[in-house]
């Protein structure tokens, strides 16, 4: 079976838990944005967390099933419909062959999901279904969908599990306001300490330049301390000598604009890093729109480490609330 | 002299959160640092270690991506200062590795019509190209001097990455000798596929086209991403170049540029290429007698 793409949206990819390993190569983990939600839609309609799904970035495509197929849609609230009549998030739906799927205006976050029973079934590159736009690799033929896509859904292979919708719960929020955890590290040696204190005591704000490679903030900006740059990394005490880039690392170049590299980012670079996101809060990251307020609170290698294992205890909590092995 | 000390101080070890471990060899780039890094990258993968998911050798720094659930952070750093230790003690000095000739058609309308877009707010002198500004800034007569100063000796791949297996360069000339070249005052949002382009002393190709920084002054006449797999060259893997590899621009004229991409096009095209040691302590006692011998491996085939 397929979805017949009748309008593609703003940006429409296919994503699942990403690749690794080629990261050496500059090419990025890719894989949705917001793991936590799209493994939940998943969980749903009955797929193992690793399926591939679509990701819907502000305005979502409208789709025809050519046969019955089961979906979810989960990620930041939207209004779902299907031949036009609203229906719930967070909810498995019986699509009939022939029914149109389609949304309204998003009420906050960035990106939704559309999970659909068997998975969607582009073919494994290097390892992951997910879309790597820039390489032109994984995906629907490396690419965004477009109108009259056919994209391919596999066949079922798990059992639906017992609960219908996820409890509100378990439904993470698409707050205005977040408090984001990061590991200081890297190169904050150079930041004056004014410029650290801002970082950290000062109110950032999410710019509309953000998307699957990084995400932009707005705000008091750091210093970068004075200094003779070492051969080969540039004149801007915010260069170094291009090196790797960790997933989640703030780069701040010129000390103006703080950057939060995501799944797409560039592996490599020369601009400084200063702190890094958690791994526990990435999904959190993701769910940021425009606008919204961030403070970014230090904690300690431990304290991710803690946070990571309670990441993977609400998982395993929201599988069992649906009567899934957690 | 040896390549991992006296020169090179203890690694700088730091933590990218919970994930990843970086190791800055050094601040500067050098030849030794780049080449401690590749030596401890083929250690460290060499050790197998279960719970490393990625290393990503750069050029002059290291960094590892690890699955602290498998594999705990000081587990993790105790193994690669032992490595580090290790190569202090042992001096390794050669790399089994490969010359390769790069067709570049310099000074293309390709390059050419993309910086004309984006001149004024992004040019030191949005009135020149980015070869005579090289030139200028470089202290040499003209874009053809600085082209030929370009092609003439060869360069290590110091790193792969960035986007999807685009090689950054580094020239095997002593330092004095080494081109250098601001980035653009603000990135382009557009590059050509295969630009040869240049930033603080490394050289690039970009492999696919987007955006980018450094000076342009050329198009390379053959692709070195190929995700259909379908060039000889590529039978093994999408990426074609890897950490370590020597490269050695040729200049080509539009009728040879022309030539090759029909090559590419029929799927016959292969890099001129020869597996070749790399002695470090060599090349930087004497680069430029060392580079001769280097390229004489590539004519010899």
Redesign the interface.
């Known amino acids: 079976m397929a979805f017949d793409i009748k309008n593609p949206g703003l940006a429409t990819t296919v994503q699942d838990q990403g690749r690794?390993?080629?990261?050496?190569?500059?090419?990025p983990q890719s894989g949705s944005m917001d793991q936590y939600s799209a493994e939940l839609g998943n969980a749903l309609v009955g797929n193992a967390a690793t399926d591939a799904v679509l990701e819907c970035t502000y305005l979502g495509p409208v789709l025809v099933t050519d046969a019955d197929a089961v979906v979810a849609i989960t990620g930041a609230p939207v209004e779902v419909k299907v031949n036009g009549e609203p229906q719930p998030q967070w909810t498995r739906l019986q699509l009939s062959a022939g029914d149109e799927l389609s949304f309204g205006v998003i009420r906050g976050g960035t990106r939704y999901y559309i999970a659909v029973q068997g998975g969607i079934d582009v073919p494994v590159?290097l390892g992951s279904r997910s879309t790597?736009t820039?390489?032109?690799?994984g995906g629907y033929k490396?690419r965004k969908l477009e109108a009259g896509d056919l994209v391919p859904v596999g066949t079922a292979h798990g059992e639906l599990p017992a609960a219908l919708e996820v409890p509100e719960s378990f439904r993470p929020s698409f707050d205005k306001a977040q408090s984001v955890r990061?590991?200081m590290?890297?190169y904050d040696h150079r930041l004056t300490d004014a410029g650290k204190e801002n970082l950290l005591n000062g109110e950032w704000k999410v710019t509309p330049v953000a998307d699957r490679m990084g995400l932009r903030y707005y705000g008091p900006g750091v210093g970068w301390k004075e200094r003779e740059q070492?051969?080969?990394?540039?004149?801007d005490p915010s260069n170094?000598?291009?090196?790797?880039?960790?997933?989640?690392?703030i780069q701040i170049p010129g000390g103006t604009q703080p950057i939060i590299l995501h799944r797409d980012a560039?592996?490599?670079?020369?601009y400084a890093?200063v702190a890094?996101?958690?791994?526990a809060d990435m999904d959190l990251v993701a769910r940021a729109a425009p606008g919204t307020a961030t403070t970014f609170v230090a904690v300690s290698?431990d304290e991710?480490?803690v946070a990571?294992k309670e990441r993977a205890e609400l998982k395993s909590k929201a599988w069992e609330a649906l009567g899934l092995p957690g | 002299m040896t390549v991992s000390s006296p020169d090179l101080k203890e690694a700088r070890y730091?933590?990218?959160?919970?994930?990843?471990l970086?190791v800055?060899v050094?601040?500067?780039?050098?030849l030794a640092a780049n080449f401690k890094v590749m030596s401890i990258a083929r250690k460290l993968s060499d050790a197998g270690l279960p719970g490393v998911?990625?290393?990503?050798?750069?050029?002059?720094?290291?960094?590892v991506?690890f699955d602290?659930?498998v594999l705990p952070?000081s587990s993790l750093e105790s193994t690669v200062r032992g490595i580090e230790r290790e190569l202090q003690n042992h001096n390794q000095q050669t790399l089994e590795t490969r010359i390769i000739e790069v067709p570049v058609w310099y000074d293309d309308p390709f390059t050419a019509e993309v910086a004309q877009r984006f001149r004024e707010g992004f040019h030191q002198e949005p009135d020149g190209t980015d070869l005579d500004y090289a030139a200028k800034v470089n202290g040499l007569k003209d874009a053809a001097e600085f082209i030929r100063r370009h092609h003439e000796q060869p360069w290590l791949v110091s790193?792969?990455?960035?986007?999807?297996?685009?090689p950054?360069l580094f020239q095997l000339v002593e330092?004095e000798q080494q081109l250098q070249v601001?980035?653009y005052l603000s990135p382009r949002t557009d590059t050509p596929k295969l630009t040869v382009g240049h930033?603080?002393?490394?050289a690039a190709i970009y492999?696919?086209r987007?955006a980018g920084g450094y000076q342009m002054f050329g198009v390379a006449a053959a692709p070195i991403?190929d995700?259909a797999q379908s060039l000889a060259d590529f039978k093994d893997f999408?990426?074609f170049f890897r950490p370590g590899d020597i490269v050695k621009f040729k200049p080509v004229t539009e009728e040879e540029y022309n030539a090759i991409q029909a090559q590419v096009e029929d799927g016959t095209y292969r890099y001129r290429q020869v597996p070749v040691t790399f002695d470090a302590s060599k090349a930087l006692s004497d680069p430029q007698a060392y580079n001769q011998e280097l390229m004489e491996a590539l004519n010899g085939i």
Do not use: H
């Open positions: 690794t390993g080629y990261y050496n190569v500059g090419i590159v790597y820039l390489g032109g690799i490396g990061i590991v590290g890297l070492p051969f080969g990394a540039g004149s170094i000598v291009d090196a790797g880039y960790a997933v989640g690392s560039v592996s490599g670079g020369g890093m890094t996101v958690i791994s290698q991710a480490i990571r | 730091t933590w990218g959160a919970d994930e990843f970086f800055e050094d601040e500067s780039m050098s998911v990625d290393i990503c050798p750069a050029n002059a720094s290291l960094l991506r602290p659930d952070p790193m792969v990455g960035f986007v999807a297996g685009l950054f330092r601001p980035k930033g603080g002393c490394f492999s696919v987007g991403f995700p999408m990426v």
